[in-house]
């Protein structure tokens, strides 16, 4: 059995990783995250092909060919990756979608998927704060003394509000930037999830 390097300039390497990558471009739609797919794809192909036997070339067609036909898995990644781009979007359907399929593989990552999602829950309830202390003069931000403060919709007795003209713009980019950064973090912990 042999373990050597693949080396990617040989022609017959280049011509069978080439061929991969088209018939995943047509199977597959458009975007970074399909790109993505096809790298991984491909240094897969290249691992297993390591460990085979034969030239180069003929190491890496029997990786692939070992992978099946594209029929059988191209629907699978076409859909996962829809999912992600809809994720990747911040879509809550498509990341609750992600959670449920790579959820429970790993104790750290489901831990950093749930705290990303608390974080997207605290800034969608921020988000909702803020937009209430337009119409609502009662909601927002108040301060009860040194570091802790109370978000509410009702008045706090015995705490003042933070004014509303510093709260509202200062709630809106927290949210704003709470929810971005955490579906962010959640599409990257999720690729590492599947790529790992």
């Known amino acids: 059995m042999t373990n ?18 088209q018939q995943l ?11 993505d797919l096809i790298r991984e794809l491909q240094a897969h192909v290249l691992d297993a092909a390591e460990r085979g036997n034969g030239s180069p070339g003929e190491r890496v067609t029997r990786a692939i060919t ?4 594209l029929s059988a898995f191209a629907p699978e990644l076409a859909a996962e990756l829809a999912l992600q781009q809809s994720a990747a979007r911040g879509s809550p359907l498509a990341i609750a979608g992600l959670l449920a ?23 969608l309830l ?35 509000k933070v004014a509303t003209a510093w709260f509202v713009p200062g709630a809106l980019l927290v949210a704003i930037g709470m929810y971005l950064g955490a579906s962010r ?10 790529s790992g």
């Open 25 to 35: 471009c047509r199977a597959l739609p458009a975007g970074d995250e399909r790109d």
């Open 126 to 160: 921020l988000l909702c704060c803020a937009i209430a202390a337009l119409w609502l003069p009662d909601a927002g931000l108040y301060w009860n003394g040194w570091s802790d403060f109370t978000l509410s919709f009702e008045a706090q007795q015995h705490a003042p």
């Open 4 to 21: 050597s390097a693949i080396d990617r300039s040989d022609p017959q390497v280049r011509k069978a990783l080439a061929n991969l990558q």
């Open 185 to 194: 973090i959640m599409v990257w912990t999720l690729r590492r999830t599947k």
């Open 101 to 123: 399929t790579h959820l429970g593989r790993d104790l750290l990552k489901s831990a950093v998927l749930m705290i990303c999602a608390l974080a997207m829950l605290f800034a």
């Open 66 to 69: 070992d992978l099946g036909p």
